[in-house]
């Protein structure tokens, strides 16, 4: 979700570098429907990883089963005018906070209806796309270059070298702002 937020923020990505380790051969579930479960761990659960996009933006992004923690999870964006956080995009809601020199954070209200776990959107906006024609917002291209990325996090850590990317991603226009709840491109 992270690096699919962060793509569709700052555009296609050109070449990643990373660090991954696998810290336990075991893993307890902690959500439904398998929590409780102890699960043997086969692939990297500590994740970081550093973005050179096309656009000249740089992320830095650290995920991992391995630690425990109470806070909020959120992006947050540096830029030269001021600081921008955005919500867990695996929460579908929260507040947009920009902190600009001086002023002090400052809260946008979201834009969209949909707070809540809104897993679907993006098929709707599919199937919306195929009745009016328009390309879908989050299509295969999306798709293979995220899953791209969060190979080459691994492939880099191995290799220890910048991975320059195959795919190439080139955000979509962004929704609409709806004059109807529940209604895509009105």
Do not use: W
Request: overall charge negative.
């Amino acid at each position: 979700y992270y690096t699919t937020a962060l793509v569709n923020l700052l555009g296609g990505v050109k070449s990643v570098t990373g660090s991954t380790k696998k810290s336990f051969d075991t893993r307890l579930i902690t959500s439904q429907p398998h929590n409780g479960e102890v699960i043997t761990v086969d692939v990297p659960t500590y994740i970081t990883g550093i973005m050179n996009f096309d656009s000249g933006a740089i992320a830095t992004i650290f995920t991992t089963f391995d630690v425990y923690y109470e806070t909020d999870k959120f992006i947050e964006i540096y830029g030269t005018k001021g600081t921008m956080q955005v919500p867990d995009p695996n929460g579908f809601g929260g507040p947009i906070k920009v902190l600009k020199p001086g002023e002090g954070y400052k809260e946008y209200p979201l834009q969209f209806e949909y707070p809540e776990n809104s897993r679907a959107l993006g098929l709707a906006d599919m199937a919306k796309a195929i009745q009016t024609g328009r390309e879908a917002r989050c299509d295969y291209t999306q798709t293979l270059h995220v899953l791209e990325i969060m190979t080459s996090f691994q492939k880099a850590s191995e290799s220890g070298k910048l991975i320059e990317l195959q795919t190439k991603y080139t955000r979509k226009a962004p929704m609409v702002v709806p004059t109807e709840k529940g209604v895509l491109d009105d």
